[in-house]
């Protein structure tokens, strides 16, 4: 595991031990192996050579990445993986085995593979391909010289991928045409040195996203609009922003410049007054009135050229906002391609006949079979008023109850004779009053009493 005096051990340079596999400090055996040469040939030990290229390959890239660099070299390599004072003698091989596969390659071939109109103003940060190597590639060795620097392919473009995100993040992106000398100090976390930068740089001209022009001795950059857009050509329009940007940039500075001399002169004339010098005191303040001046009409022109700058910036949002409608409209357009109000109708009409078939054939399903007969309707109605009158007609069939008497609305006919009732009618009309009982009184049937 890694400790602080593990890493005091390493050699300056050195990969920390708690970075390196677990065989390093632990196996002997399998690392003299592994530091040792490779064979002339692959086919003389197929796993002998399989097994230290991947132990090696996969190494010194993860070395790369984790020290941020994009550019190797065999020497640096050989300083950075010395073991008890032993260094790999077959990394040369393993740096040639990742050249073929694409994974590393040759600065210079890496400049090769731009087109030299972009890259002819940093070739001069470039050294020429050495001789040894010209030579050696002329008689057929390719063996990687120590000094060569070669180029992590798959690092470069992380890097370039990086660069170009931390730009659309900066305020530096209101324009897509920028100061390298800004972009150079906007990256300096990012890239460690000049020719990392370049590199970053070359990369991103070769994926067609930045171009790089010289404007009066001083190299400017522009940017493509999108992650996935391709940059164009610097124009007019582009050099004229440029230039009005760094206008507003020289007026600001000279404004900041000025103030700080007005304030100047201010603290001088309260010098001067506190020892009493008068004139000196006046003098004092009038550099100071004329230096406000000055910057009153500087603030006059920054004003108009930031006026310009916001007016330009509003008409670039107005033409992305246009362009946006634009393809809104052509996709609108390619979709509604096949598609016609008589179309439309004729779909509507489908649909509804559909509909009525379908409903159709709901009510046949749901009025069942009825097995050849035909019913009128008007005369089951009269059958059922027929059945309705006789079932009124019916006597009502009561239960028998021998304790209670139920009565009806008519009143039975009496059981008793006339001279009975004529008997008990004089009886009652007695026992109210003495009414004198008449032959002449009509005769009145009465209920019976209970």
């Not at 077959?90 to 972009?118: I, K, N, P, Y």
């Not at 045409?177 to 300096?188: F, I, K, N, R, Y």
């Amino acid at each position: 595991m890694w400790s602080p005096e593990r890493e005091a051990e390493a050699p300056a340079g050195g990969e920390p031990a708690g970075l390196l596999p677990p065989e390093w400090e632990e196996d002997e055996e399998r690392m003299s192996f592994l530091f040792s040469a490779f064979k002339r040939s692959r086919e003389v030990n197929s796993t002998d050579w399989d097994s230290k290229m991947g132990f090696w390959a996969p190494l010194v890239l993860s070395h790369s990445r984790r020290q941020g660099v994009v550019r190797l070299r065999l020497r640096d390599l050989q300083e950075a993986f010395q073991r008890k004072g032993s260094v790999p003698l077959g990394l040369a091989t393993v740096l040639q085995d990742l050249c073929s596969r694409g994974e590393l390659q040759r600065e210079s071939d890496f400049m090769a593979s731009v087109d030299s109109s972009w890259i002819s103003w940093g070739v001069g940060v470039f050294l020429l391909k050495p001789l040894k190597w010209t030579l050696s590639n002329m008689l057929g060795d390719n063996k990687v010289p120590a000094e060569e620097v070669l180029v992590a392919v798959e690092l470069l473009k992380e890097k370039a991928e990086e660069v170009y995100r931390l730009y659309q993040n900066s305020p530096l992106s209101s324009h897509p045409v920028v100061a390298l000398s800004e972009l150079s100090t906007l990256c300096a976390n990012s890239c460690p040195d000049e020719r990392t930068f370049y590199l970053v740089l070359l990369q991103l001209q070769k994926e067609k996203r930045v171009t790089v022009l010289e404007q009066n001795g001083e190299k400017i950059v522009k940017f493509a609009r999108g992650p996935h857009a391709k940059v164009s050509p610097v124009n007019d329009v582009d050099v004229g922003v440029y230039q009005l940007m760094q206008s507003e940039q020289l007026l600001s500075r000279k404004v900041e410049s000025l103030s700080q001399e007005a304030e100047r002169c201010k603290e001088e004339a309260r010098r001067a007054c506190r020892a009493g010098k008068k004139q000196l005191a006046l003098r004092s303040l009038k550099a100071k009135q004329r230096t406000e001046k000055r910057i009153e009409a500087l603030h006059a022109k920054l004003d108009t050229v930031q006026g310009i700058l916001d007016r330009i910036y509003a008409s670039q949002t107005d033409q992305m906002v246009f362009n946006a409608y634009q393809a809104g409209v052509g996709a609108l357009k390619l979709s509604m391609k096949d598609v016609t109000v008589e179309k439309a109708e004729s779909l509507v009409d489908q649909i509804q006949e559909l509909c009525d078939t379908q409903d159709e054939v709901s009510q046949t399903l749901a009025g069942g079979v009825t097995n050849g007969l035909d019913f009128d309707s008007e005369e089951l109605e009269k059958e059922l008023d027929i059945l309705l009158q006789d079932t009124t007609k019916e006597p009502l069939d009561l239960p028998d109850n021998p304790h209670e008497t139920f009565y009806t609305n008519s009143v039975p006919k009496p059981r008793i004779s006339d001279a009975e009732l004529e008997a008990e009618l004089e009886k009652l009309s007695l026992s109210e009053g003495g009414l004198v009982p008449s032959s002449k009184s009509p005769k009145r049937q009465l209920a019976p009493t209970v």
